[in-house]
């Protein structure tokens, strides 16, 4: 069983940048796709971005696209979710979640991390 864990998060200014990392431990951590998903206080989680394992096909969010940018590192599964260009619209609590299924589909993902505070300021 694969089990993701989030880091990176914290306090930026509008219009900053920031790098979140997600270390999926496990033997066959390898093989899962991953995605990002985030929630704000009073809202439902959104979907942000996911890769493909194994041919590291993306989808990324029309709400963050051109902004952010995910991608992996195999040979330390390790996911990054880079973000740029942040709003304060991009405040939320950031989930990293592992599928072995479709890695564009939210309701897919089975297995999660804690997740990480990301805090923008004006």
């Known amino acids: 069983q694969v089990q993701p864990a989030e880091s990176g998060g914290g306090l930026v200014q509008a219009g900053g940048s920031l790098r979140l990392s997600c270390a999926a431990s496990?033997?066959?951590?390898?093989?899962?796709?991953m995605g990002w998903f985030r929630q704000a206080p009073g809202k439902e989680r959104e979907f942000v971005s996911g890769i493909n394992w194994s041919d590291g096909k993306t989808y990324v969010a029309d709400s963050v696209k051109d902004r952010f940018t995910i991608s992996r590192d195999n040979a330390v599964n390790t996911v990054y979710l880079q973000m740029n260009s942040l709003q304060l619209a991009d405040a939320a609590v950031y989930y990293c979640?592992?599928?072995?299924?479709?890695?564009?589909?939210?309701?897919?993902?089975?297995?999660w991390g804690q997740g990480t505070q990301v805090t923008v300021s004006s």
């Open positions: 496990g033997r066959t951590s390898s093989t899962y796709s």
């Open positions: 979640a592992a599928t072995q299924g479709s890695y564009d589909n939210p309701f897919n993902y089975r297995v």
